[in-house]
């Protein structure tokens, strides 16, 4: 499962990234907080397929489908 | 007594990621006197500006980067300017600014400047903003431990109300070049031990619980909903259309009659002849033809500024992803294009808020395109002249106002196709930077940075692309003005050249009166209007409807009309948009491509509609 398929209000830990993602995204991505082992949640899924909200600790994010579904979540 | 100012100087470097407050903070260390400068070979702007309470001291304000491990290349340079200040000797401190609500990111860039520091021996301050914000949640944020625990000062402020300012400038004086004994303790070359080291620290210092988040999610809930969220971002944007269509309109009739009447006072001292038409027209011609550009710049920037700051933009950005993703652009792109409605040039500006520089530079092909107002009365002409003003039925419909609506939708599409296709012609634009975007906070914003802003964003059109406008109107007049001294422009220099370039439009049916026109029309597209006026003899350029007679009576085929519509719709035929991309874009490259290919593009699209139009006529 990746973070894309994460519904409105659910949580996961991110367990890797798939590994077709680049390394200068994984760098970007795990500065930013979404490190394996962090727990994430998605706060907003709007409709549409627009990017979905997705929080780190106390910040939150939008990630579009290309880059949700690169990171896996358990 | 200069040389030991000189000598005593020191500078401040700032740092921080986006929307840490790093920006509001320098402005409450420097207020007005700022200027902003280039590094030497780097074309990243640094704003840089004296301390209000120190005078010795020179702050430098460097782009908001997330880490300094570069994932793009401007990301690199802007890295790179950071750490040629570091190696100037005159660099005294290191400020970052972490934002404390957000203290686990804040501190895993933190580690990361630290690290630098260390390396360059230069000392560091830690400014931890947005304790305000704590405080209004009863939270709590040990500064003494994170400094105790880091070996740097940390400041708690609020670069909002400037509580903590002085405590920083006492720490400013005091600090030192961090010791290397926590080095290894403290800095892990390793990001994912970087990673934990912040999360403890966090953990350990940082205030307990959600900050913000709750409201923000509930407004987000709101903002971003399938129908609400909808009618809100359409109700914003008409908003913004207005200010800078409606809302700047009586500043820019100002600027114009104020113009006129400074005119109208010098006129009478200068000797009539060439001195005073000189004056009357070039003179203040010129000045006129980028100065009514001021307030729309101002008010854009202004309203552009107040949804940045208040959080609203990233939402929009979000909501306009998704379609604009199609055609290689971003959801942050839709503010600039809509801006290029009213005029390119607030558009060009309002493309900074654009973070990818790949994805501006593709918004950048996108703005000339947009059906912009100066286009309007070029447009009306020709519909007026060739299209009956009959309504079909039962009067709902229009044929002038659907031809109007036909050639504004046809740029809008120009310009989503053109970077459609550009952006998939080039593997480099398509791999980008990820499309992760920060959710600020919703915050109500700061009004004097924004006036500040809006008010410097002005200053940089006139005192830079303004110089540019103004060289081509004088150009302009010459021709226009020589060597008859002004008596007929057909007989001019321009005219020689509106004839020279006829054999150019006669395969889509115009003169050589449509050519010079044409050509004055690269002062501004409605210029066309007048100079057309002027080659068909009417006196007056506003008596539109006998201009329009005139067009019709002259035997000017339908088909060159729908061509002339076409070529304006896509020509850049505009010096203004030319001057404030170079100034944008720091190099003529972009503009001069654009100008050309955009020509070559609007002729062979407006051949293609005379024979099609002809053929079937």
């Given amino acids: 499962m990746t973070l894309w398929d994460l519904t409105q209000g659910a949580s996961a830990k991110v367990s890797r990234f798939k590994s077709s993602t680049q390394g200068s995204y994984r760098t970007r991505l795990s500065e930013l907080g979404f490190h394996p082992g962090e727990q994430i949640a998605c706060v907003l899924s709007p409709s549409m397929g627009a990017p979905k909200l997705y929080r780190v600790n106390n910040t939150v994010y939008s990630l579009d489908d290309s880059i949700a579904s690169l990171i896996e979540v358990a | 007594m200069f040389q030991a100012q000189l000598s005593n100087l020191t500078k401040v470097a700032l740092i921080g990621s986006p929307n840490s407050g790093k920006s509001l903070l320098f402005n409450r260390l420097t207020g007005l006197n700022q200027k902003v400068a280039n590094f030497p070979g780097i074309t990243v702007d640094i704003a840089s500006g004296r301390s209000l309470e120190q005078k010795h001291i020179e702050y430098l304000d460097f782009p908001g ?14 890295i790179q300017a950071f750490i040629s200040a570091l190696e ?5 401190t290191v400020i970052c600014v972490v934002d404390t609500t957000r203290l686990e990111k804040g501190l895993i860039f933190a580690l990361q400047v630290l690290e ?7 000392p560091l301050v830690i400014a931890a903003n947005m304790v305000d914000v704590l405080d209004q949640n009863g939270m709590k944020f040990d500064a003494e431990g994170l400094a105790q625990a880091l070996d740097v000062a940390v400041v708690p402020l ?3 109300s400037g509580a903590g300012l002085q405590q920083l400038g006492e720490a400013l004086s005091a600090a030192s070049a961090p010791s290397k004994k926590f080095e290894s303790d403290i800095i892990a070359s390793d990001e ?7 999360q403890q620290l966090a953990e350990q210092f940082g205030p307990k619980g959600d900050v913000l988040i709750d409201t923000q999610t509930r407004l987000d809930s709101f903002f971003l909903h399938s129908w609400f969220g909808g009618l809100s971002f359409f109700f914003i944007m008409y908003l913004l259309f207005q200010s800078i269509f409606t809302w700047a309109a009586p500043a820019m009739d100002a600027v114009e009659s104020s113009i006129q009447w400074l005119a109208s006072a010098v006129l009478p001292l200068v000797p009539v002849g060439v001195a005073s038409d000189f004056t009357s027209d070039a003179l203040f011609g010129g000045i006129g033809a980028f100065l009514v550009f001021v307030p729309q710049i101002f008010v854009l920037t202004l309203v552009v500024g107040i949804l940045e700051d208040s959080g609203y933009l990233a939402r929009a950005a979000v909501i306009c992803h998704k379609p604009l993703r199609v055609f290689g652009l971003t959801g942050k792109s839709f503010i600039p294009m809509l801006s290029g409605v009213a005029c390119a040039i607030p558009g060009v500006y309002a493309a900074r808020t654009v973070d990818s520089p790949r994805k501006r530079w593709l918004t950048y092909l996108a703005i000339p395109l947009m059906p912009c107002s100066a286009r309007l009365p070029v447009y009306s002409l020709i519909i007026a002249a060739f299209i009956p003003a009959q309504k079909a039925m039962g009067g709902l419909i ?15 599409l ?6 459609a296709v550009v952006s998939r012609s080039n593997a480099e634009l398509r791999s980008d930077l990820p499309f992760v975007l920060e959710m600020p906070p919703y915050r109500l914003p700061s009004w004097r940075p924004l006036f500040r802003n809006a008010w410097n964003r002005s200053k940089h059109f006139v005192t830079k692309a303004g110089k540019v406008i103004f060289f081509v109107t004088v150009v302009i007049w010459v021709l226009g003005y020589f060597p008859n001294q002004g008596a007929s422009l057909g007989e001019s220099w321009l005219g020689s050249m509106g004839q020279w370039i006829e054999p150019i439009f006669e395969p889509i049916g115009l003169d050589w009166r449509y050519g010079v026109a044409i050509l004055t029309s690269f002062l501004a597209r409605e210029v066309f209007v007048g100079t057309l006026g002027t080659m068909f003899g009417i006196e007056g350029s506003e008596d539109f409807a006998s201009l329009a007679q ?34 944008e874009t720091k190099s003529w490259r972009l503009p001069i491509q654009l100008f050309i290919s955009y020509s070559i593009f609007a002729y062979i699209a407006a051949l293609s509609v005379f024979h099609v139009v002809e053929a079937l006529t």
């Fill in chain 2, 88 to 92: 100037d000797d005159l660099l005294d």
């Fill in chain 2, 414 to 419: 120009c310009a989503l196709l053109v970077t």
């Fill in chain 2, 192 to 198: 994912s031990i970087n990673h934990l080291h912040a």
């Fill in chain 2, 550 to 583: 005139q067009i019709q009576d002259s035997g000017l085929p339908l088909g060159s009309g729908a061509a002339l519509l076409v070529f304006f719709a896509i020509a850049l035929q505009c010096v203004s948009t030319l001057a404030v991309l170079q100034r």
């Fill in chain 2, 65 to 78: 980067v997330y880490s300094l491990r570069a994932i793009s290349g401007e990301e690199q340079i802007a």
């Fill in chain 2, 158 to 160: 609020s670069a909002k």
């Fill in chain 2, 116 to 122: 630098t520091c260390l390396q360059y021996n230069k």
């Fill in chain 2, 398 to 412: 229009g044929w002038q106002g659907l031809a109007m609506f036909s050639i504004y939708l046809f740029g809008i």
